[in-house]
């Protein structure tokens, strides 16, 4: 006989232990400070609202939002609002691209993307022409150096 046991019994035990204790609620000065610390906003961290932010001229019929830059990641977040009909020209890349369709549909090159489609450009790169005939969001991570150069 061996003093170890095994998983079914352990379930099984902790099941019995389970239906054998009564729920007690926390006082109200620990729930309170639960609650209180589950709601603040992290150390580091910033929330940009839908409506907050300011919209920059990029091209005709294409503006961009700074979300954030990242130092230490050499990165800037943006999103980029295209008209319908606007157009990106072909461009190069010092670093690479990462971009997310958030609504509407746009055609990088020979590639058509839709809501929820993702594409990257490597670094050094040229990119090709971005055109969106309905209107598209694009969510975009980029090389600090690109989108300080724009």
């Known amino acids: 006989m061996t003093d170890t046991l095994t998983r079914d019994e352990l379930s099984f035990l902790n099941g019995i232990v389970a239906e054998a204790i009564e729920p007690v609620d926390p006082p109200a000065w620990l729930r309170a400070r639960i609650l209180g610390a589950a709601s603040e906003t992290p150390q580091n961290t910033r929330t940009v609202r839908a409506n907050e932010g300011r919209w920059f001229d990029f ?3 294409v503006t961009v939002k700074p979300l954030s830059v990242d130092i230490e990641r050499d990165t800037a977040t943006i999103l980029m609002m295209f008209e319908p009909g606007a157009r990106v020209p072909s461009h190069d890349h010092a670093g690479a691209e990462d971009s997310f369709v958030i609504s509407g549909s ?3 090159g020979d590639s058509y993307l839709l809501k929820g489609d993702f594409h990257h450009a490597d670094a050094g790169t040229t990119h090709a022409e971005i055109v969106s005939d309905e209107g598209c969001v694009l ?4 090389d600090r150096e690109d989108y300080l150069a724009a």
């Not at 969510?139 to 980029?142: F, G, I, P, Q």
């Open 106 to 108: 746009c055609r990088i």
């Open 59 to 61: 091209v005709p019929g």
């Open 139 to 142: 969510l975009l991570v980029v």
